[in-house]
């Protein structure tokens, strides 16, 4: 790759426009040429394919966490349609217990939680059923507090639905359709709000 490609494949990458392939390709002629290397820094996207890694490494693992649930026995370590089994079962298991919402009438089914592992940490699943699918969320506590809007990815032939909200990361994983896994983001948001606030 020369230098004249790098630059323009920077700007894709800065814009978000960039596969993963070409963004590892950027990457690898910028650790060997000290101009390209200049320019990335210049322009601080160091940062912006550090956290893209990242992100992708986060994802993978929920996915594989999804998948593993899926094996039978587990699913859940605590089975219930009933939030006020589910919720306090998380209680002393981690640092903050998830917040569970019961959306059976919206049509998501809870059917209980786990302790699961992401990013080598001890995280809250919330297992829903829509029809024959499984969502499960996962539920981590962060040191920010700061809201970030939910949007919706597909990686490994799952979607994902992920945001941020009062010092917890939330990821929902199912092969529900991306819509349909938004609405229940958007409902179980809404629901955490109200209870928040009432």
């Not at 060997?32 to 890694?53: E, F, K, P």
């Not at 919330?126 to 507090?145: D, E, W």
């Amino acid at each position: 790759m020369t230098c004249d490609e790098a630059e323009v494949l920077l700007n894709a990458l800065i814009d978000g426009e960039l596969d993963a392939g070409h963004a590892r390709e950027v990457e690898q002629h910028v650790a060997g040429c000290q101009r390209c290397a200049a320019t990335l820094a210049a322009t601080g996207l160091v940062a912006i394919v550090l956290r893209n890694d990242d992100v992708e490494r986060i994802q993978s693992e929920v996915v594989s966490a999804h998948l593993r649930s899926l094996q039978a026995g587990h699913l859940t370590d605590v089975l219930s349609t009933d939030q006020h089994t589910v919720k306090p079962w998380f209680n002393g298991k981690l640092d903050v217990a998830p917040p569970v919402v019961d959306l059976t009438s919206q049509g998501y089914t809870l059917i209980g939680g786990r302790l699961d592992y992401v990013d080598a940490r001890a995280v809250g699943a919330i297992v829903y059923r829509r029809r024959l699918h499984v969502i499960n969320l996962f539920v981590t506590q962060t040191a920010s507090t700061e809201h970030r809007s939910a949007r919706t990815e597909t990686f490994q032939g799952f979607n994902i639905r992920t945001w941020s909200d009062g010092g917890l990361n939330y990821w929902a994983v199912s092969d529900l359709a991306a819509d349909e896994l938004a609405e229940f983001g958007d409902k179980f948001q809404a629901a955490t709000r109200g209870n928040a606030s009432g």
